[in-house]
């Protein structure tokens, strides 16, 4: 009897185990955390690059919802100022500025927007830097991956992020307190067929933030690293439907933007959002890397072939080598 009732009980969490990770669109810590922790964020100073469409403009409306002053960086000064004013609509009171930025443009340049940036609510200083800019091209070939290609990818996303970070960090350090917050990306964590260089340029994100976080950790800096799978954004939505009529699965842009938010409030190092399979490639990459790195490679022709037919890059269908129509 009493082994009837174990053996029913261990049947009934492990039920509710896996229908809880089915159905995930992060990882277990990530989600076990609840709410964003509001007096975390109220009257901090958030600098977000890339704010000026995607997942930068949703983690603008929400920490302006939380009540932080924000500071809009991206290149097009224009979609920045719509930003603002939509933000400000929608949360009124909100305090924006926008500072125009372009990661590719030097180290003297950032130095002036960094300084520029320490100087903006009356001098108050950056509490959180969301380096959320990023630059991804089509997914192509590794091998045919052009050297402007490389060299574009790696200028913006990792040399004009770890420049920013670099400047920025002494600010930080004198005030003994301060928050990077870094948009990754599964391709960060695991290969990314079709995206070598894109995810070359988040494993060196990731490398960077995880050490530099090892030095400054005693220091009063904090580092979190967010790693999104496929996200619903404006440039993504309606892309992504195979020749079969599925689409892929993506977490929305303002779901991403509360789940990031969750990660940093609540002092996460690191945290994945996404939903199957990716969250679950993720998993075996991590845990069982024999297992996922298999699994990788046996998807990694036809995630090409889908790339190049337009169809959905992150199914489950890759797995079982559907012929996909190429274009
Ligand atoms: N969307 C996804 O499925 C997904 C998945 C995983 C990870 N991520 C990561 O999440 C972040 C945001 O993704 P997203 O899809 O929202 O991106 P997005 O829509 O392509 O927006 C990119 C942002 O970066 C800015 N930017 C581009 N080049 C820049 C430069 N040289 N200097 C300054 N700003 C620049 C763009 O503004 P301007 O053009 O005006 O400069 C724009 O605001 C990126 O780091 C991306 O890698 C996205």
Not at 198 to 223: C, D, M, P, Q, V
Not at 261 to 288: D, F, N, R
Request: net charge positive; hydrophobic share 40%.
């Amino acid at each position: 009897m009493l082994a009837f009732v174990i053996g029913s009980l261990s049947v009934a969490v492990i039920g509710a185990f896996l229908a809880k990770f089915a159905t995930a669109d992060g990882d277990f810590t990530l989600l076990s955390k609840g709410r964003a922790k509001r007096e975390r964020v109220e009257g901090k100073v958030v600098w977000i690059t890339g704010a000026s469409r995607g997942i930068g403009e949703a983690l603008a409306g929400q920490f302006a919802s939380l009540g932080a002053k924000l500071i809009l960086s991206a290149r097009n000064v224009g979609e920045l100022e719509r930003v603002k004013i939509e933000t400000v609509g929608k949360h009124p009171g909100s305090c924006i500025e926008i500072l125009p930025l372009d990661l590719a443009s030097g180290e003297e340049a950032l130095k002036v927007a960094v300084q520029k940036a320490e100087s903006l609510f009356s001098g108050s200083g950056v509490d959180y830097m969301v380096h959320n800019a990023a630059f991804e091209h089509p997914k192509r070939k590794a091998v045919g991956e052009t050297e402007e290609g490389i060299q574009t990818t790696f200028n913006i996303t990792v040399l004009g992020t770890i420049t920013l970070t670099k400047l920025l960090a002494p600010f930080m350090l004198k005030k003994r307190r301060g928050h990077f917050i870094v948009m990754s990306s599964a391709a960060g964590k695991c290969p990314a067929p079709g995206q070598a260089i894109y995810s070359a340029s988040k494993n060196a994100l990731n490398g960077y933030f995880h050490t530099l976080r090892s030095e400054l950790y005693s220091e009063g800096i904090k580092i979190t690293v967010v790693c999104p799978g496929p996200i619903e954004t404006s440039s993504t939505s309606g892309a992504g439907t195979s020749s079969s009529g599925s689409s892929e699965r993506r977490v929305s842009s303002e779901r991403c933007a509360e789940l990031t938010i969750v990660a940093a409030t609540h002092g996460l190092k690191e945290a994945w959002i996404s939903y199957h399979p990716v969250l679950l490639v993720m998993y075996l990459a991590q845990y069982m890397p024999t297992v996922g790195l298999w699994l990788i490679d046996k998807i990694g022709a036809n995630r090409l072939n889908a790339a190049k037919g337009k169809g959905n890059t992150d199914s489950w269908e890759l797995l079982f080598g559907k012929k996909w129509k190429t274009a």
